[in-house]
């Protein structure tokens, strides 16, 4: 591996300073980082929003907040978290990490990736502001379903406009990838030499090209309904309210593997490292991470069984559905295999990564749950859903994001993390959650149906529980905080170019913090 | 060790050991010296540009494909 020259480091950047620098930055690590901080402020409002829904839910009756209010809290922490958060910090490990990874100097296009993140806050405003327009936000749950959507106020509107530029600024950002990824890695970088993050980036990325138009497709025609005239789904005027379900989750389940398959990235990055072992089964990685998202353009049903559907076509959607626990189930056994009699140690990474494998996986098993028609009608719009999507997406999609971050923290920052924060962060935050969420499933199987802020009395003491647990878990975010402002600070013990001892891969062949321009010549990898 | 399993012992050794020849002056310049800095870069001494764009305007031609796709299949067609 080749020593670093100090003298041809190039740690500074030209033009402007101060908030220009930031405004008209093409650098891909200071987007990235301006990705992150984004993501997280939007991860904060999502998460108050969710903590007033469960202070609402805390006791039965009305407490807190007004039904209408309460609707629209349920429908903007989802958009939130979706749009706003996790999608955009997947994006900043992308900025930050992809070219690096590749030896590349920089994204392929510079300028539309800085337009692509600056299209985010407008969006953020939008959404957030809607709140304060007559009427309110929207209340139609994130899916926006008509006749619901159809109807409400101008908050409806400025959600349609907020996922349009959202979903222009995604398509841009994954056009970037693509392009960056096919054309830009260095000479000896081939395909199958990629870190696995590069990869399930790039499959990400064709997703997001696939399905993005097709919810932006669905929005423009809930506005022409409401404004022009048409009646795509306005069954007033002949048109079928069922058809948005089909497109919208045409779009909305490869949109769940859209904020998983990144995961799976960086959990494949990780647990190498701490295993001191080659990752098993790289190319079944591959090939698994490509399955998935090609089933998951065929599944997309199996969110409507109640809307009724002809027995074959329940059957259809069942049997593809369960099919997508394979490639799965392949990723789970290639981690399990990966850490099989290594050298593992347990520093906070690498618990966000096996905390992820425990927690996802129960997630997954819940999935093919909800995937068998005949339970699904039984628990469809109830918590059982709640706690399967959440066990996926927190704990999935937020505990590798944290995994990651953890990381890749020296290498953005030049610090180490704080190994015993870190750590009570990832044990408050595990147990908090499930404290959350697991109590959910039985709330779920009881028959409580979700987006109502009020229950009948038996569900009173695992709602009571659940808020708890969700107070808990968002205080615990907190600490993230810290450790974060403490590396950035410049506090913690100094990080080494390769601040894990068995990491691999290029990004690690560079100084941390890494400089400010890496790899304009590029690398030869042999 | 059969043919498949070979490959991708080969794979795996190749992502875990990600070597740089430092030998020649693009290794050695790896960590991001001397060359244009990225404005200059970006500009057009990169003879990548093109192709960037081409692949780029192809899958951005793709997205607004699909997306006119789905609004005028069913306003043609109705649902």
């Excluded at chain 1, 959350?436 to 009948?456: I, Q, S, W």
């Amino acid at each position: 591996m080749a020593a670093v020259i100090p003298d041809q480091l190039h740690d500074h950047h030209h033009g402007p300073t101060g908030l220009m620098r930031w405004i008209t930055t093409t650098n891909h690590k200071d987007i990235g980082t301006m990705y992150m901080i984004f993501s997280f402020i939007m991860f904060l409002a999502g998460g108050v929003m969710a903590l007033t829904i469960r202070a609402e839910l805390f006791q039965p009756g009305l407490q807190v907040v007004e039904p209408e209010l309460f609707n629209q809290l349920t429908t903007l922490h989802g958009l939130v978290m979706v749009f706003g958060a996790i999608m955009p910090a997947f994006v900043g490990f992308a900025n930050w990490m992809i070219p690096m990874m590749i030896g590349a100097s920089d994204m392929a296009f510079a300028r539309m990736n800085n337009w692509s993140f600056w299209l985010l806050p407008p969006a953020a405003i939008l959404l957030v502001g809607s709140f304060f327009v007559p009427g309110g936000a929207t209340a139609a749950g994130w899916t926006l379903y008509p006749p619901l959507s159809i109807q409400m106020g101008m908050g409806m509107d400025m959600a349609i406009f907020a996922i349009h530029i959202m979903g222009i600024s995604s398509i841009m950002g994954a056009i970037n990838i693509v392009v960056t990824i096919l054309n830009m890695r260095a000479p000896g970088m081939t395909m199958m030499k990629m870190p696995l993050f590069c990869w399930t980036w790039l499959i990400t990325a064709y997703l997001l090209i696939a399905v993005m138009p097709v919810l932006a497709g669905a929005v423009t025609m809930l506005l022409t309904d409401r404004h022009f005239g048409t009646s795509f789904f306005n069954a007033a005027g002949g048109g079928d309210p069922v058809l948005y379900q089909h497109i919208f989750w045409f779009f909305g389940h490869p949109e769940v593997y859209i904020m998983i398959l990144p995961a799976f990235g960086i959990v494949s990055q990780i647990i190498p490292t701490f295993a001191r072992k080659p990752l098993f089964g790289y190319a079944s990685m591959v090939y698994a991470t490509s399955s998935i998202a090609i089933l998951s353009f065929v599944v997309w049903a199996h969110h409507m069984f109640t809307t009724g559907m002809p027995v074959a076509g329940q059957l259809f959607f069942m049997y593809a559905t369960m099919l997508i626990a394979v490639p799965t189930g392949v990723k789970v056994f290639n981690w399990i295999a990966t850490m099989w009699r290594g050298s593992m140690t347990f520093e906070t990474p690498m618990l966000w990564a096996t905390g992820f494998i425990f927690v996802f996986t129960m997630g997954g098993f819940t999935g093919l749950i909800c995937a068998i028609a005949p339970i699904d009608i039984q628990i469809h719009d109830t918590y059982y859903v709640v706690a399967h999507f959440h066990y996926v997406l927190v704990a999935g999609s937020l505990f590798s994001l944290y995994a990651g971050a953890y990381y890749w923290l020296p290498k953005w920052t030049g610090r180490m993390p704080d190994e015993r924060i870190g750590k009570l962060h990832f044990w408050s935050s595990l147990i908090f959650f499930n404290i959350t969420f697991f109590p959910m499933h039985f709330l779920g199987l009881a028959g409580m149906p979700r987006r109502v802020p009020d229950y009948a009395l038996q569900f009173a003491d695992f709602n009571m529980l659940a808020t708890i647990g969700a107070f808990g878990f968002g205080l615990s975010q907190l600490i993230f905080l810290w450790v974060v402002i403490k590396a950035a600070r410049g506090g913690g013990e100094k990080a080494a170019a390769r601040s894990w001892e068995d990491a691999e891969g290029l990004e690690w062949t560079v100084p941390s913090p890494a400089p400010h321009h890496t790899f304009e010549e590029a690398p030869v990898v042999k | 060790m059969n043919g498949v399993s070979a490959s991708v012992a080969n794979v795996n050794a190749a992502i875990a050991h990600p070597e740089i020849d430092d030998t020649t002056p693009e290794g050695a310049q790896h960590s991001g010296g001397g060359g244009p800095t990225l404005p200059e870069a970006g500009r057009m001494t990169d003879p990548r540009r093109k192709r960037n764009i081409r692949t780029g305007l192809f899958f951005g031609a793709i997205a607004v494909a699909f997306y006119l796709v789905v609004i005028i299949k069913y306003k043609v067609f109705g649902s």
